[in-house]
């Protein structure tokens, strides 16, 4: 158990949330505005090749194989793994999809502030959605913290843990394409990730993979799918015996 290492993470995480809650820091704001207004200054009939992509990005078609390419690269990080088997890695993705489902859970139950995106709160907006015809999402009314960005670090944190460094800076980068679509059409404020999200992640994972209870969760999923698979074997040998 690495306690410095959690303290970092999370004293990293608390000073996020401080920079962002305190009134006298102001940056997060100036941030959010600046960069929503740049990027919304783009989204007009003027530059219809840049709207058309943005709105393909921020599509439900879009979010189906961002999650294809997240089990590629699961995939991939088993064939790079010396001691990899199928069976350690599908229960590597058990146990992440669990504490993926178990903290969204905890946080929509415990968290208490919300706040709409940019496109929702600010008047005189570029829509994204009046200049395309494809479903694509550029407003929520509760858009704080983005579960787009924690699930996307979710997955890079068991791979920083569980797979090689090619695979661990790869789901980093797909943090990053994960999360732009949705800051640049104006669905969600930069401080969604960058705040709530990463802040969110780095206080409550490191216990999770910076502690045994990460690989200790993966073993015992292991050992009790090999018992299950020695126990049908048993029964299998029995009954053709029979």
């Not at 921020?58 to 089990?71: E, G, K, P, S």
Request: aromatic share 12%; glycine share 4%; with cysteine.
């Amino acid at each position: 158990m690495n306690f410095r290492r959690i303290l970092f993470y999370n004293l990293l995480g608390v000073a996020l949330v401080t920079t962002w809650w305190l009134p006298q820091f102001l940056v997060w704001s100036s941030v959010d505005d600046a960069i929503f207004w740049f990027f919304n200054q783009f989204i007009t009939p003027d530059y219809p090749t840049w709207t058309s992509l943005l709105a393909a990005l921020n599509t439900r078609a879009f979010d189906r194989a961002m999650f294809v390419l997240l089990v590629i690269m699961l995939y991939i990080a088993m064939k790079r793994d010396a001691q990899g088997s199928w069976l350690k890695w599908g229960a590597i993705g058990l146990i992440m999809t669990a504490t993926a489902l178990i903290l969204q859970d905890v946080i929509h139950s415990v968290m208490t502030y919300r706040h709409a995106s940019p496109t929702a709160m600010l008047d005189h907006v570029n829509l994204l959605s009046e200049l395309t015809s494809l479903p694509a999402k550029d407003t929520a009314s509760s858009s704080f913290p983005s579960d787009h960005g924690l699930m996307a670090m979710i997955f890079a944190a068991f791979m920083w843990r569980f797979a090689d460094r090619l695979v661990a800076w790869s789901a980093t980068a797909l943090v990053v394409l994960a999360c732009a679509p949705r800051i640049m059409v104006g669905a969600h404020w930069v401080s969604d990730v960058s705040v709530g999200a990463l802040s969110i992640a780095l206080i409550t994972l490191p216990w999770m993979l910076c502690t045994p209870l990460g690989y200790g969760a993966v073993n015992a999923v292991v050992h009790f799918s090999k018992g299950l698979a020695n126990c049908a074997s048993r029964r299998h040998r029995n009954a053709h015996c029979d």
